[in-house]
Each structure stands twice: as structure tokens, then as C-alpha cells.
């Protein structure tokens, strides 16, 4: 899977299940000060990757994932 | 002496069966509609009868924020969009809400679909997280008033009433007592319940539901002597509580008052009801309203069309009411059976009717049996005033509870 394809697909389910102003989705975007996702929003990420890519998110491997470019980069190295 | 703090209804909203909210259900009410129907899902999850009050889920995108809706259970859907038209009825908007201390206390008893659904993904994935964050929120028994504390960001008395199909009631009593003791000026008070076919499996379980499949809106039928048993119902219900000098003094619209409440438990059998203990509850209300029977214009029943519910309760009403031959109805017959809801329900239907100079029909009572032959069960639609009227609700471990309410 190509990194657009990944950035596609996170891109929509934030905008349509998140419910995320999608102008604010650049790569540079901190989830959580920028995208407002919070504790209970994650979990519910959880469960839409696992849904979208077929792996769990650890939430161990995302300590360094803050912004919206680093969550795609991790992505890809468990699509891979 | 101390004078007494007064208790008035400023504000009703209803979300069930027979509408979506109080100018649709008052014209339900009004031409003796039912709100019966037929759930496909509970035949193909093997139920005894399919029967149910047909409520359609609302749609809440646009109304509220996606971590919100996350969190509310259908049954909390239901309370929503009844508390939001009361709050409006009453005049009362965010800003009011923001600068004022407001309570809530609602009746529910359950949220089943949120528990098995959560189980279901636990089961298939091994895997808790997979539930979604909205599930705890969702499958507590106070998912009601947790959800609906927090949307309308009320600050004050903030509890479920748990007390199974007599919770709406009981939610109504209390919130008036916190408000005539003096700790809450205004309480938003209901009762909710869920519709889902994951809910009421064990109920049906117990054969105490109506198999009248053919003719869904006759199978409803409370005092009739052909009653098959109850139809499972609910909804949203929610009436505004405010003292009457803060209610006067806000320049509020006041409805009605709530002038009494009675309560009992009949220390007996966890299913069987008693006309001994609904007769305590009765008598405590009219007592605490400081009215007599002559002065009662209207029943609503409780009657759930069940012959055992009805046998006592037609007793009770009986011995209680024989002498003034008070017109009396059960909006179950044409709601089913709103349980953990059913008490707010009727104080929302019966205070429409009392608004309205009108009394709903009992449909579906065509022949009495030799309890009911007694008590003076209204068929049609009657236009008369109400100055009083009384609501019984019991429930399942003998939990009872009668509000009366006057016009003021």
C-alpha cells in the first residue's frame, strides 16, 4: 500500500467518523492540540484501523506519534 | 407553621409510539391511535411475540457533536429529544442553563442492546478495546442522566431511579420532594426507555407478552377480558419541575401542579403485583396532595393488559373509587407497555389530556370480567375537564408509586 493510499484512507474515516474539519487535516497537524482527538477518540481510531488495515494499534508504539504525518509513517510500517 | 413550597410543571416533552412530540401525541391520544406493530427482529431472534411499540430511532447528527451521540444509548436518544422539547416548552435555553442550578432525575431501568453488543465484540475478538469507547457510557444503568447531565451541562441533583416499570413515576415523586424540601428550584424529571429486540428476550421468556399477531393494534387491551398479555413499548418522557415562586417569578408558563406523591412496596412476590400495597401508594398521594377521592376527575391506570396486573389493580381502583364512579383509562392500550418509561409517559399523556379538556380512551375494552365490571373504564375519546387526576405506576419486586396532579 502506497503512503497516499494510507493518507486517503485515514483522511476520510477522521473526517467521516471522527468527524474532523477536513481543512484541518495537514501533515504537519497535531492530533491531539490541532485534531482535538482525545483518550476516548483514540480508542475509537483503534477500532476503525482495525477495521481499515486488519492490525491493533499498540498504544506503547504510538508514545512518538503526534502529528498527522507521523500517524500515516506508522501505519505504513504495519501495512507493509 | 411553615408554609409549604409548591411544585409545578413548566415544560413536557414526549418522544414514543404515539409521536414525536406533544402536538403529535395530544392528536394520538386525542383519536385513540395505536402504536403497535410488528418487530421482524424478534422473530428471527426467536421471541414468543413480536409485538412491540414501533418508535423510529432520531436522527441526532446535526444535533449533537459525534462524542455525544457516541455515548448515548438509544433509550438516551429518546430522553434527549423529550428533554430538549421540554426545556423549550418551559422557556428554558442553554444560556439558562449555563447561569442557573438545574437537576435531573430519570427513570431507567435498563440499557441491554449497549451490555450484549459489547459482549458480542469481546466474544468474536478477544479483544476489550474493540468495544469502542462509547460502550461504558452507553451500558450503565445511568447512561440516561450521565449523558443528558453532561449535554445540557446541568449542575444540580444528577440520578437515575431505578425501580423497574414504576422508575418514570418514582423519578417524579422524588424530583418533586428535593424541589418542595427546598434543595432544587427546578429538576428535569422523565423516564426512558429502550425499544431494541436485545432488550426484552427474557421478558418475553416469561410468556407475559400478547401473541395477537393478526391484529397488532387490538392486542394491546388492559381490563379486557380477551387480553393475551402486555406489548412491550417505550420512548422518552420529561416533564419540567420548578417551584412555583421561581416558576411565577421567571414569568414561566405553569402547566400543572404536582400535588401529591405516594409510594409502598408490597413485601411479597418479585412478579405478582398487590392491591393492598397500590393501595397504599394511592392513598399516600391523595393524602399528600390533600385531596379526597370525590375530587380525583381521572385515573390513568397502570393496567399493562396483563389478567393479574389488571385483577389487582381493578381491585384497588375499586375499593378506592366505587362510590364516585371516576372515569378511568389505560393509555397502554394504545402505547403497550413503556415500562422503566411508562410512569413519566402518562403524566406527559395525562396532563396533554388535562391541557386539552379531554380523557384518551381505553381502546380495545370491549368486555369487562368480573373485576373490571366494577370501575367506570372510558372507550371513548370524552371531552371533559380535568382539575385532578391520578397516575399509577407498580412494578416488578412490588414497587409502587401514584402521582396526582392538579390544575393551577
Request: glycine share 6%.
Given at each position: 500500500m502506497k503512503r497516499e493510499e494510507v493518507a486517503e484512507i485515514v483522511n476520510k474515516f477522521l473526517v467521516d467518523?471522527?468527524?474532523?474539519?477536513?481543512?484541518?487535516?495537514?501533515?504537519?497537524?497535531?492530533?491531539?492540540?490541532?485534531?482535538?482527538?482525545?483518550s476516548l477518540d483514540f480508542v475509537d481510531i483503534v477500532v476503525i484501523v482495525e477495521r481499515n488495515f486488519g492490525f491493533k494499534i499498540k498504544p506503547e508504539e504510538m508514545k512518538d506519534v503526534k502529528t498527522l504525518a507521523q500517524f500515516y509513517d506508522y501505519i505504513m510500517t504495519k501495512v507493509k | 407553621m411553615i408554609k409549604r413550597r409548591r411544585v409545578v410543571i413548566t415544560g413536557i416533552g414526549i418522544y414514543s409510539c404515539l409521536g414525536k412530540n406533544i402536538d403529535e401525541v395530544a392528536k394520538s391520544l386525542y383519536e385513540g391511535k395505536s402504536g403497535i406493530g410488528i418487530d421482524p427482529m424478534r422473530i428471527e431472534y426467536g421471541y414468543r411475540s413480536p409485538l412491540t411499540g414501533i418508535v423510529e430511532r432520531p436522527v441526532l447528527k446535526g444535533l449533537l457533536d459525534r462524542r455525544m451521540r457516541v455515548c448515548l444509548a438509544e433509550e438516551g436518544e429518546y430522553a434527549y429529544m423529550a428533554t430538549a422539547e421540554a426545556l423549550k416548552n418551559s422557556g428554558i435555553d442553554m444560556d439558562y442553563l449555563t447561569d442557573n442550578e438545574v437537576g435531573i432525575l430519570f427513570g431507567n431501568d435498563s440499557s441491554a442492546k449497549a451490555v450484549i453488543e459489547s459482549h458480542t465484540t469481546a466474544l468474536q475478538?478477544?479483544?476489550?478495546?474493540?468495544?469502542?469507547?462509547g460502550a461504558i457510557f452507553q451500558s450503565m444503568n445511568s447512561t440516561v442522566t450521565m449523558n443528558l447531565s453532561t449535554i445540557f451541562k446541568l449542575r444540580g441533583i444528577n440520578m437515575t431511579i431505578s425501580a423497574a416499570c414504576a422508575s418514570g413515576s418514582h423519578a417524579i415523586g422524588l424530583g418533586m420532594m428535593f424541589i418542595r424540601d427546598g434543595l432544587q428550584d427546578m429538576i428535569i424529571c422523565g423516564g426512558a426507555q429502550e425499544t431494541n429486540y436485545l432488550s426484552m428476550g427474557s421478558f418475553d421468556g416469561l410468556g407475559a407478552f400478547s401473541v395477537r399477531v393478526d391484529e397488532p393494534t387490538k392486542a394491546?387491551?388492559?381490563?379486557?377480558?380477551?387480553r393475551d398479555g402486555l406489548v412491550p413499548s417505550g420512548g422518552g418522557a420529561a416533564v419540567i419541575l420548578e417551584e412555583y415562586e421561581h416558576a411565577v417569578k421567571r414569568g414561566a408558563h405553569i402547566i400543572a401542579e404536582v400535588a401529591g406523591y405516594g409510594f409502598s412496596s408490597?413485601?411479597?412476590?418479585?412478579s405478582q403485583p398487590s392491591d393492598v400495597g397500590s393501595i397504599v401508594a394511592m392513598e399516600r398521594a391523595l393524602k399528600d396532595a390533600g385531596?379526597?377521592?370525590?375530587?380525583?376527575?381521572?385515573i390513568n391506570a397502570h393496567?399493562?393488559?396483563?389478567l393479574q396486573g389488571d385483577t389487582f389493580e381493578a381491585m384497588a381502583l375499586d375499593k378506592l373509587f366505587s362510590p364516585c364512579h371516576t372515569p378511568i383509562s389505560s393509555t397502554k392500550s394504545m402505547t403497550g407497555h413503556e415500562c422503566w418509561m411508562a410512569g413519566a409517559a402518562e403524566i406527559v399523556y395525562s396532563t396533554l389530556m388535562m391541557r386539552n379538556s379531554f380523557m384518551a380512551p381505553n381502546i380495545n375494552f370491549e368486555n369487562p370480567d368480573e373485576y373490571s365490571q366494577n370501575l367506570n373504564i372510558i372507550t371513548q375519546t370524552t371531552e371533559k375537564k380535568i382539575d385532578a387526576y391520578l397516575s399509577n405506576s407498580f412494578g416488578f419486586g412490588g414497587t409502587n408509586s401514584a402521582l396526582v396532579i392538579k390544575k393551577i
Open positions: 467518523e471522527i468527524e474532523i474539519e477536513e481543512s484541518l487535516l495537514k501533515e504537519d497537524a497535531l492530533l491531539k492540540e490541532d485534531l482535538g482527538i482525545d | 475478538t478477544k479483544d476489550t478495546t474493540l468495544m469502542g469507547s394491546s387491551r388492559p381490563f379486557d377480558r380477551d408490597n413485601g411479597a412476590n418479585i385531596v379526597s377521592v370525590e375530587d380525583i376527575d381521572y393496567a399493562t393488559s396483563t
